[in-house]
Antibody, heavy 121, light 110 residues
Framework: EVQLLESGGGLAQPGGSLRLSCAAS????????MAWVRQAPGKGLECVSV????????YNADSVKGRFTISRDNSRNTLYLQMNSLRADDTAVYYC??????????????WGQGTLVTVSS | QSALTQPPSASGSPGQSVSISCTGT?????????VSWYQQHPGKAPKLILY???KRPSGVPDRFSGSKSGNTASLAVSGLQGEDEAHYYC??????????FGGGTKLTVL
């Protein structure tokens, strides 16, 4: 069974930075696209960043464009999300999700347990 | 792009059937058969229950089914059980690289 384990969440000040990690196991990590999906408290799901299996293609939602950078290290089976210029409305649980194929428009077939990011002074 | 539109709530009694709609536009739900549905229990991660409108992953009961007509996709749950009480989210490919989600529907089993 696919395992995705997020880490790196916590409290950050407005304007600050955090780096999230997602350790993947029990599947061929380098074969699949990956994504970060967030959920603000009491709200719905929002896909914020996706990356191709090779890492050569990276795309962000408008809400985080220019502030968040997704990356991956296929040698370490790890996905990252560098979050800069954090704002209060970035407060959310951030889920790492596996895309079901190498195509970024495909569905998310596995999810991590999530890591909470709180942006507050 | 705007989120897909779902009713905020739905309900049914045990054993009954319920349907949850997911309305988009001709640029997302109406244009592609790439609608997926996710179930989320409180405090838990989302779980895929349907993909490509009608397909069920292994292990998902056949009480869950999907359909699409025009710009609206639907999730149907038959033979409601207490464990079906959860939030349900639809998502659709919208021509770009970021999957578009609905706002979610809270299903209550009365």
């Amino acid at each position: 069974e696919v395992q995705l384990l997020e880490s790196g969440g916590g409290l950050a000040q407005p304007g600050g930075s955090l780096r999230l990690s997602c350790a993947a196991s029990r599947f061929s990590f380098s074969t699949y696209g990956m994504a970060w999906v967030r959920q603000a408290p009491g709200k719905g799901l929002e896909c914020v960043s996706v990356i191709t299996n090779s890492g050569g293609g990276r795309y962000n939602a408008d809400s985080v464009k220019g502030r968040f950078t997704i990356s991956r290290d296929n040698s370490r089976n790890t996905l990252y999300l560098q979050m800069n210029s954090l704002r209060a409305d970035d407060t959310a649980v951030y889920y790492c999700a596996k895309i079901s194929s190498g195509w970024l428009g495909d569905y998310f077939d596995s999810w991590g347990q999530g890591t909470l990011v709180t942006v507050s002074s | 792009q705007s989120a897909l539109t779902q009713p905020p709530s739905a309900s049914g009694s045990p054993g009954q059937s319920v349907s949850i709609s997911c309305t988009g536009t001709g640029n997302d739900v109406g244009a592609y058969n790439y609608v997926s549905w996710y179930q989320q229990h409180p405090g838990k991660a989302p779980k895929l229950i349907l993909y490509e409108v009608t397909k069920r992953p292994s292990g998902v009961p056949d009480r869950f089914s999907g359909s699409k007509s025009g710009n609206t996709a639907s999730l149907a749950v038959s033979g409601l059980q207490g464990e079906d009480e959860a939030h349900y989210y639809c998502a659709s490919y919208a021509g770009g690289n970021i999957l578009l989600f609905g706002g979610g529907t809270k299903l209550t089993v009365l």
